[in-house]
């Protein structure tokens, strides 16, 4: 069964740190391009972060310095440690995988929520 569960969301306050988990399961976890996106109430859902097969990352203007996202293909799991959380960092955080080229997949967790609150 094809799935990303994510793990690790909760209450935090501003300034905090927060490491977010998700666990591959179903897929070649190896090739894939894996991410984290976000969607904050009322608003559309954002990229934070990408980390490609070969281990580059990119960033969204808004979280770089702040949070740094990694992977581990032995267990085949993502993570994406966020620091110097800010008000707006609040939103549902949902992992992201993707396989480009002929056998191009798609693959979306459920999400979990950061709130980031004094």
């Known amino acids: 069964q094809v799935q990303l569960v994510e793990s690790g969301g909760g209450l935090v306050q501003p300034g905090g740190s927060l490491r977010l988990s998700c666990a591959a399961a179903g897929i070649i976890f190896r090739v894939y391009t894996m991410g984290w996106y976000r969607q904050a109430p009322g608003k559309q859902r954002e990229l934070v972060a990408t980390i490609g097969s070969a281990g580059s990352s990119n960033y969204a203007d808004s979280v770089k310095g702040r949070f740094t996202i990694s992977r581990d293909d032995a267990k085949t799991a993502v993570y994406l440690q966020m620091s110097s959380l800010k008000a707006e960092d609040t939103a549902v955080y949902y992992c992201?995988?993707?396989?480009?080229?002929?056998?191009?997949?798609?693959?979306w967790g459920q999400g979990t929520q950061v709130t980031v609150s004094s």
């Open positions: 992201y995988a993707h396989l480009s080229g002929p056998s191009s997949s798609e693959v």
